[in-house]
């Protein structure tokens, strides 16, 4: 079955470490996006891709950084310099205009 | 500036009740899509609906009616009969299709939870 996979389900970090949190999907979908979910609150846009080798800046992008490389990943990067990491990250993928489709999401939590 | 407003914070409902969750939303644009989600206690978002901003029909399926009217900028969803099953947070969200620009990015709103009690 074609979907979205974000790896891990739950990650830890610590003080001045980067992370990465993996999303693939064998939807052949073109466009991919990052977003943030805080208790309580909305999704906020990250990151977002709609080709290989170009991606744009959301409305939260500072302290993350993203790449696409390939059509099915978009891996995002959790930097030391996001002081406020701890949330809720879901992935989503879209294709001509189509409802976006989700990820299962990764829990993100400082140590 | 777009914006999706859910003014609901949490709703609680006993089951079989029918409830509405309220959606209002403000854009410049105007051709656009509205959406809602449902995210169960798994975490994922499941899509529900997408309503194009020129198709003001209601919509029912099965259990679910939407009810889009562009005059005051809403777009609410009803679930008749209210199962446990419906627990979950509830997003709206709008989609610019802003001519050459479009990017397909979803701005939501803050969430509605459900709870429907047994």
């Known amino acids: 079955d074609g979907g979205i996979t974000q790896s891990p389900k739950y990650l830890f970090r610590k003080e001045g470490q980067n992370v990465t949190l993996s999303c693939e999907q064998n939807l052949n979908h073109d466009a991919m996006y990052w977003y943030r979910q805080d208790p309580g609150q909305g999704l906020r846009l990250i990151y977002y891709s709609q080709i290989v080798n170009d991606f744009q800046k959301g409305d939260i992008a500072e302290g993350y950084s993203v790449s696409r490389e390939k059509k099915e990943s978009f891996p995002l990067t959790v930097t030391s310099a996001q002081k406020n990491p701890t949330a809720f990250y879901l992935c989503?993928?879209?294709?001509?205009?189509?409802?976006?489709?989700f990820g299962d999401g990764t829990r993100l939590s400082i140590l | 500036a777009q914006k999706v407003t859910q003014a609901q914070t949490e709703i609680s409902v006993v089951e079989k009740e029918d409830v509405t969750l309220d959606c209002v939303y403000e854009t410049r644009d105007t051709t656009y899509y509205l959406f809602w989600y449902k995210q169960p206690p798994s975490g994922e978002l499941v899509f529900l609906i997408r309503?194009?901003?020129?198709?003001?029909q209601n919509e029912i399926s099965g259990r679910y009616s939407w009810n889009f009217q562009k005059s005051t900028s809403s777009f609410n969803f009803t679930i008749t009969a209210s199962q446990v099953v419906d627990s979950a947070v509830y997003f709206c969200a709008l989609s610019d299709l802003h001519g050459s620009s479009n990017t397909g990015k979803l701005i939501f709103g803050q969430g509605t939870t459900l709870q429907v009690k047994p």
């Open positions: 989503a993928s879209s294709i001509d205009r189509k409802p976006q489709h």
């Open positions: 309503r194009n901003s020129f198709d003001e």
